[in-house]
């Protein structure tokens, strides 16, 4: 491998640009904006959960299989560009799909599309560093790629949001679409790849069969999770109902009104959903990595297991915090959705100013002062951030809002750079790939936990008292910023 030259580094890392700028536009803006276009407000953000779910575990199944299938690759082009090149051209027809979308079904369907469409190609660009970097160059790659992830946070708020705040929707997709066609293009054009000459022994079904295993973890933390905290609402509304004398609602959102009858099927509701995230959370990644790993690998090095339990509950929290922003700002400021895409894209561009300012100095902070305290300070941060952020849900400030998301950011930028790190000191170093891999459990499953519970729990606290259900589940993405301060201490313990 020859050395590289300083933009060999830019070419090689510019499509994770394009990357991100297509997912935090659909995800952040196009989807819950057209959701609330199509769907009654009682029923929104459970049907925005379920379209962000499903979506995800396209992602989880699509990414790696693409990624091995790039490795077998024997195109004159290249293993990784072609599928770059297919990826986004499918791409383009996703994006006339959501733009010409008229109603929940067929929305559904353009992003379940663009989902596979964009992982054709992410699944192969995590490829180019491997394949193109020297091993004493790969830092510097991989520190520009992470910006390159981050910068569309604030691209998107000064670019895409004003756009479909003006009320463009066709026109924000547009611009989306065409930079992600032509950051490809620069890309597909300017990085050099040899073409392998034989394929390689690559097996390709049982690296599959894990990532099956994986999902099926998480889906299985999910009903467990939806099953002890229904456990443990229900002794919550046994206490208050012997407390108040009145007896158990176990009402559905429909027949759920103000009156003192109803708390305990509230209270059901709310404490059941933030239990439901935790133990989705910790019984998805116990389960996944016994599935993943075996019994015997997992049992070894438990810290491993509990890492990416601290990964899943931060980023469960700060993934599903920004994925119902602009509900939550339609609510507290009694705006529209135009008005709410615009101010999501500025908070959102806070937050990634706040990200990347604290991403720069942690990877030095984590060696000085080590990776679990920085974990502790960044989750600690979150916490208060969160916390600070669901007290405007009925006292709304704008101050108040971008400080948070400020204190957030930075927070998030700690923790990226710093649990990453801390992951690579925890794997046997022979088995490396295998055990990142089980990272994509994190990503996928964070979307999964936060949005696919705290949608319909949000729905049906909202119908009983107006904003209660953006205050329970802001509570519960607190509890579970919280919570990745504790389990940091089992991750010292088995080191």
């Known amino acids: 491998m020859k050395k590289l030259r300083w ?14 700028l297509r997912n935090t536009a659909v995800g952040s803006l196009f989807q819950p904006y057209l959701v609330d276009a199509f769907v009654r407000p009682e029923i929104k953000n459970t049907a925005f959960g379920i379209m962000r779910t499903a979506g995800l575990i396209i992602a989880l199944l699509v990414q790696p299989a693409m990624g091995l299938l790039s490795d077998r690759s024997l195109s004159r082009f290249g293993r990784r560009r072609p599928f770059l090149f297919i990826g986004v051209l499918l791409e383009m027809i996703c994006f006339a799909a959501i733009a010409f979308s008229w109603n929940y079904a067929s929305l559904l369907i353009a992003i379940l599309l663009i989902q596979f ?8 660009l995590q490829g180019l560093i491997p394949d193109l970097v020297p091993e004493d160059q790969r830092g510097r790659a991989s520190a520009l790629k992470a910006i390159f992830e981050l910068l569309p946070l604030v691209l998107v708020g000064f670019t895409i949001s004003p756009i479909l705040g003006a009320g463009n929707l066709k026109l924000a997709v547009l611009v989306t679409a065409v930079s992600v066609l032509v950051i490809m293009l620069v890309t597909v054009f300017t990085v050099k790849e040899e073409p392998l000459k034989e394929k390689p022994n690559i097996p390709f079904w049982p690296p599959m069969l894990r990532v099956l295993g994986m999902l099926a973890g998480i889906l299985l933390g999910a009903l467990a999770g939806l099953a002890g905290g229904g456990l443990v609402g229900g002794l919550a509304g046994w206490i208050t109902s012997l407390a108040t004398g009145k007896p158990i609602v176990w009402a559905t959102s429909a027949s759920l009104t103000l009156s003192p009858s109803t708390v305990p099927a509230v209270v059901l509701i709310a404490v059941g959903g933030g239990v439901a995230m935790v133990v989705a959370v910790v019984a998805g990644v116990w389960s996944g990595t016994l599935t993943t790993l075996g019994r015997s690998d997992t049992l070894k090095n438990p810290g491993f297991v509990w890492w990416v339990v601290n990964r899943l509950l931060f980023l469960a929290a700060v993934t599903s915090v920004q994925a119902y922003a602009p509900y939550f700002l339609m609510y507290a400021f009694k705006i529209d959705r135009n008005a709410a895409a615009s101010m999501t894209g500025t908070l959102v561009m806070f937050v990634g100013i706040f990200t990347l300012l604290s991403a720069f100095p942690s990877g030095w ?16 941060l979150a916490t208060v951030g969160n916390a600070l952020l669901m007290s405007t849900i009925w006292l709304p400030n704008m101050v108040v809002i971008y400080a948070a998301g400020g204190i957030i950011g930075l927070a998030t930028g700690l923790f990226m750079t710093a649990n990453w790190a801390l992951g690579t000191d925890l794997v046997p170093p022979e088995e490396a790939g295998r055990y990142m891999g089980i990272s994509n459990l994190a990503g996928a499953g964070a979307g999964i936990v936060g949005t696919g519970i705290g949608g319909p729990m949000a729905d049906m606290l909202n119908d009983y008292l107006p904003g209660l259900g953006y205050f329970a589940i802001f509570a519960a993405y607190t509890l579970l910023f919280a919570l990745s301060v504790v389990s940091v201490k089992w991750i010292q313990r088995h080191q």
């Open 117 to 124: 469409a964009g992982n054709v190609s992410h699944g192969a």
């Open 365 to 380: 902070l984590a060696d000085k002062i080590g990776r679990n305290r920085i974990i502790v300070i960044s989750g600690i």
């Open 7 to 20: 933009y060999d580094f830019i070419t090689i890392n510019l499509f994770w640009l394009a990357l991100n």
